[in-house]
């Protein structure tokens, strides 16, 4: 598949401050691809310089093949934004306000089936400074489909959002993809990266340390998987006298760290034989989420987990 984005060696330098370190990494087209990281590590940076709106230092950026800041023009024409603390003239509805962006690009969108698309039809003529914050990122999403775009960049679009209301931009996401569009997200939620992303970089003080499919990352820099069973002491001390595996004992249940598969059958065929009480088991594996905030977590403790697997001091 061909790659939608394409980026060698990026660097940003904010005086003396490199706020994007040299990254490299693709976007195949059609794929949905998550930027990760902590606050101030530099994903609003790199999105503005796909986006052709910052300059960047160093580097070669292709989005869709074009250079976006030697090429803006037409790359503007097949792209849609949505930035960071998306904002729009108040007194202006919806409504109008798709008409308005229809007219910028000279194109013919009907803003009542892109607002039922984004599920805000019901306040298609109110006036955009009476908007709920999760209803103005609504109608971002809505605005930055007006040109039909084949990458969109989105920039923390369900920030601020109810559950329900994520779930109908999760949706939308879902839908662009399969209507072979490639999304940009960046997001402070992992779970929602590990639910939609085909592929997430983690980028922590402007330098990529993790990149792959969450399941990939999960695998490579998560803990072994654990059986959960909830009972008490008394199993915890069984499973350790039977069973070399580490043991921990939490709230209600005990974590058996696993070696392999077959451990849990073993570990659950005996305590069910020793007639100890316990109520219910599941495996748990890392989300996610822990790898991210063990990786940068430790990253700022001085020992730098790069993408490979391997650990370099920070310093180097
Ligand atoms: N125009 C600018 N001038 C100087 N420094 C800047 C500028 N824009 C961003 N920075 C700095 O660059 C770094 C990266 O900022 P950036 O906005 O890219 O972070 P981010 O990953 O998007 O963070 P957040 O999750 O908080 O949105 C930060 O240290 C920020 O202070
Ligand atoms: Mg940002």
């Known amino acids: 598949m061909a790659d939608a984005i394409a980026v060698e060696g990026l ?8 706020a994007v370190d040299n990254i490299s990494f693709r976007v195949p087209a059609g794929s949905v691809f998550a930027f990760l990281g902590p606050n101030g590590a530099g994903k609003t940076t790199t999105t503005e310089i796909l986006e052709g709106l910052r300059a960047r230092s160093k580097g070669s950026v292709q989005v869709l093949g074009l250079d976006p800041w030697d090429e803006g023009r ?9 930035p960071q603390d998306f904002r729009f003239f108040e007194k202006i509805t919806p409504r109008e306000s798709i008409d308005y962006y229809s007219t910028l690009f000279g194109t013919h969108s009907d803003p009542a089936a892109l607002l039922e698309r984004v599920k805000l039809s019901d306040k298609a003529d109110s006036r955009f400074d009476t908007l709920s914050g999760g209803q103005k990122q609504k109608l971002g999403l809505a605005l930055s489909l007006v040109n ?9 679009p369900t920030t ?9 931009i999760w949706d939308v996401v879902r839908e662009l993809r399969r209507e072979g569009r490639t999304v940009f997200l960046t997001t402070h939620y992992l779970e929602e990266a590990e639910i939609l992303a085909d592929r997430v970089a983690i980028i922590n003080h402007g330098q990529i340390v993790a990149a792959g499919s969450p399941a990939e990352i999960i695998d490579r820099l998560g803990g072994p998987a654990r059986l959960r069973i909830v009972a008490g002491s008394d199993v915890a001390d069984f499973v350790r ?19 392999d598969r ?3 059958l073993a570990i659950l065929e005996a305590v069910q034989e020793s007639r100890l009480a316990w ?11 822990d790898v991210f905030v063990r990786l940068v977590g430790r990253m700022d403790d001085g020992v730098l987990k790069t993408s490979d697997g391997t650990t370099a001091e920070a310093s180097a």
């Open 279 to 289: 109520t219910g088991f599941t495996t748990v594996r890392d989300t996610l989420e």
């Open 241 to 259: 006298s039977r069973f070399p595996n580490e043991v921990r004992r939490e709230g209600d249940h005990i974590d058996v760290v696993l070696r």
């Open 148 to 156: 039909d775009p084949r990458i969109c960049f989105l920039d923390e």
């Open 74 to 82: 037409p790359l503007h024409r097949q792209i849609g934004v949505i």
């Open 11 to 18: 660097t940003k330098n904010y005086g003396s401050l490199a």
């Open 262 to 264: 077959e451990d849990a």
């Open 160 to 168: 601020g959002l109810d559950p329900t209301a994520r779930r109908a």
